[in-house]
């Protein structure tokens, strides 16, 4: 199996299991208790705390663990929404934010908050100044993605911390993609507010944390008991917590040597792509891109079908994100930045780790190639285009 979908979720580090797994059947005490049996337990989620909060440049005060990404950025939204209601009823994000954000804000809008969605340019970066135009007396938070999940899109996180901070307005982003992948500190890009997930970055699945800025009013969403200082009730998954932990210690130690190494497999993916498929082109930033992001928009090709005629060579891609694969409406991110339906349509992303190599980015080339010749072989459209172009 050649495994490239590694923005859905990532192989869980073996070193990162090792780390959970006496927290299942040796120190499982509710950390919680008091006996001292329980504190094994709640000196791990501490150590935990604080390898997370230095990884970003925060207090451990500051970080609050969830159960992942869509919990964190819930949370993030609805609790702003109604902790800053006197101030104003206004949000600020982006088009091409993931759907945790984007329904999520459909629901404020239901319940009365005003949502500007900002456009981006043709390769997903927010225009900062429809951003600054945006702005209103009674907006109370701005949320913008760290990056992208389908296209890979770094987005100007710091120019947005400012134009925030300038204007008195909460900033949340959605790091899911970004954490573990890319350098953060939530000081330099006046960050308020950071959701992370686990699973995007060789951790466990179904734990995750939400970065609050010391100030930052933010009630519960969970409510119940006293855990987290009381503002996310619910024991904690302590084994999950510990993985995470681990596998954030791991991210950091190795960030910038993974990065290089991701970002030439990525380049070399992209070039032979480009060159060895005709009528192909790169989705997103050519190089404001996560290190392991590759988006391909095929002409004269349906995506679905390309991404099962792969499975069928052991080949793992995804069309937009996870969460919309089985929905038939072409993504809403590549109509965002522009693409045609039908070249939507088209679109196959392909996300790697460092556990790739060079020759299996040869193998999904000569299959792409190969299964791109059949599916167009097939095409009236291609068809019709090629006559045309002959008869020119
Ligand atoms: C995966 C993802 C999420 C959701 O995280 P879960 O932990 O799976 O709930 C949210 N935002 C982005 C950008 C993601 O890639």
Redesign the pocket.
Known sequence: MIYLDN?ATTRTCPEVVEAMLPYFTESYGNPSSIYDFASVSKQAIARARETIASSIGAKSSEIFFTG????S?NWALKAAADAYRAKGNHIITSRIE?H?ILHTCEYLERHGFEVTYLDTDETGVVKLEELERAIRPETILISV?FAN?EIGTIEPVREIGRIAKKHGILFHT?A??AYGHLPIDVNADSIDML?A?G??FHGPKGV?FLYIRTGVKLPSLMHGGAQERGRRAGTENVPGIVGMGKAAEIAMATMEERAQYETGLRDYLIEQMLSRVPYTRLNGHRTQRLPNNANFAFQFLEGESLLILLDGKGICGSGG?ACASGSLDPSHVLLAIGLPNDIAHGSVRLTLSEENTKEEMDVVVENVAAIARRLRGMSPQYEAYIRQTEHR
């Open positions: 923005a992942g990404g869509t919990e950025d993931h945790a993605m999940n959605d899911v993609q959701s997930s699973h995007k995750g994100s």
